[in-house]
């Protein structure tokens, strides 16, 4: 598409835009009365209308059933979590056998490595982008103490290459097959959360797989954002989080994906729990655990019911946009409109002010581009901020701008790119 750097076009493509209403069923925070154009749902996602009132159902089934609501009522605690998997399946290309809502993010990822994760004195290593996500790399790193490992030996990063900020397939396929004999696992983001970029997840499955390795994704960024094939793309494992792309609410409930082909194999250690048991022997309360079948079987503590309703209300919004197919069209014309904007924005300023390091490729990013400011890049940021646009900072000089397709339109990013070449007319002074 030609795009145009105006209002009326911006609001043209709004009108034209199916998934345009789908705004109205979010909750907008505001400043000085004003809605902010939100553009930080990479971060955390707006609240659907609808949480408050999944919620409350769920406090209305406490109060009047109390006990009984796990096994009682219109929809009962015991099996809450089946309406969710179907639904979730939906979102990340599984069946609804190999998803689970449980736990938080760390937690899983912690919980999946355990069962994942099972190093040799011949493969003991794993693959990871440089630059992951803080709290991967210290699972990784503990989870690799925990073995007997030091995280010097057994932890392999892939880094950009001098003066580039993304990876390039071509260097985590040499990297995977160059240590093949001694690689135990692959565990890579979906998307970086620092960069946006959205690696080649099949073929880092198939140079993983390749070498004799486990290959796993945390998905915290992509789940909710890009199209996703866990199941045939064949990945082993995967978790993510509820809260960022899909809306489900601060600490949100987490997710995982485990393949139906190590559904039958008993060798796969876990750290059990009575909620992975056996669902119809459960209440038998016997010794010896017996795994309920699929990832249900991964579950260790009894269903947060609460966190569940809130990041149901959101999945059935993605329910009603059609789930990810609709909304990713949106999402490529809205990232390409931003970018063509920053674009005009460097044209008008005449130097390259903001300098856009997610990949260009559309199928090597997301909704969100990550962008360095060059010359007063806080001041740039907190000035976006005061004028209701609401991004997020990353030190020491990169702004995260998101557009997501639920809840922005056409004319957030357009709004967005002229308030930024007002304020940096203002604020930027080039030492040049
Ligand atoms: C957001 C994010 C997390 C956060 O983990 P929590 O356990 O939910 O706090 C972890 N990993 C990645 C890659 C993330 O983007």
Redo the contacts with the bound molecule.
Sequence with gaps: MTFENNLAFAQSLDRQDPLYHLRDEFLFPKQHGTPFIYLCGNSLGLQPKTARSYVDQQMTNWENQAVEGWFEGNSPWMYYHKELKELMANIVGATPAEVCPMN????N?HLLMVSFYRPTAQRFKIIMEAG??P??QYAVESQVRFHGYDPKDAIIEVAPREGENTLRTEDILAEIAGNGDQLALVLF?GIN?FTGQWFDMPAITRAGHNAGAIVGF?L??AAGNVPLELHNWGIDFACW?S??YQNAGP?GI?GIFVHEKHFSDTTINRFAGWWGYNEQLRFKMEKGFTAEAGADGWQVSCTQVIPMALYHASLKLFEKAGFIAPLREKSKQLTAYLQFLITEVNQVLGFEQYKIITPAAESARGAQLSIIAQFNAKEIFNSLVANNILGDWREPNVIRLSPVPLYNSFEDVFTTASRLLTISKELITPKH
Aim: some cysteine; charged content about 15%; aromatic content about 16%.
């Design positions: 938080t993010l760390t937690v990822l992951a996500f709290s991967d983001g959360y945390d915290a960024h989080c809260y960022k600490g987490s």
